[in-house]
């Protein structure tokens, strides 16, 4: 079965004009077969065009969000670069201060030391056992000079 097809309002005023045999070898005849195979080649370029144009456009758009996941990974790591730096700071202050606690809790031992020997020698000369507070006395001393040389 035959078909006309393409048949505008030209060619349907020459055959009105010259009349139908003319007018026939202009027109274009197609069977269905051809038709629906120049059709469907035109749908799938149409589809192909905009299957394209589609793809482009993600294409683009997943740039658009990669640099923005970029930029934001960029701002993570300094966040975590400054994080890190205050981090290590406030743990060598965490070092100072414990080594600075350890030296008062020496220096806190000592002194109490000493005022345990200070208190033994006054009950000893109340007591009147002015040996024995002799004796701490020079104890007293001596822990005194060997914390100085230290």
Do not use: P
């Amino acid at each position: 079965m035959t078909l006309l097809v393409n048949v505008n309002k030209y060619y349907m005023k020459k055959r009105e004009r010259v009349g139908c045999a003319k007018a026939l070898r202009w027109v274009k005849f197609f069977t269905l077969s051809e038709r629906r195979r120049r059709q469907s080649s035109r749908r799938r370029v149409w589809k192909r065009r905009f299957v394209n144009k589609r793809m482009v456009t993600k294409l683009m758009q997943l740039k658009v969000e990669m640099e923005e996941v970029r930029e934001q990974q960029i701002c993570i790591k300094e966040g975590q670069r400054k994080v890190k730096e205050k981090f290590e700071a406030v743990e060598s202050e965490c070092r100072n201060l414990h080594a600075e606690t350890m030296i008062i809790m020496k220096q806190s031992a000592c002194t109490r030391l000493r005022l345990c020997i200070m208190f033994q020698i006054l009950k000893a000369r109340e007591n009147n056992d002015f040996a024995k507070a002799a004796a701490l006395t020079q104890a007293l001393r001596e822990l005194i000079a060997q914390q100085n040389q230290n």
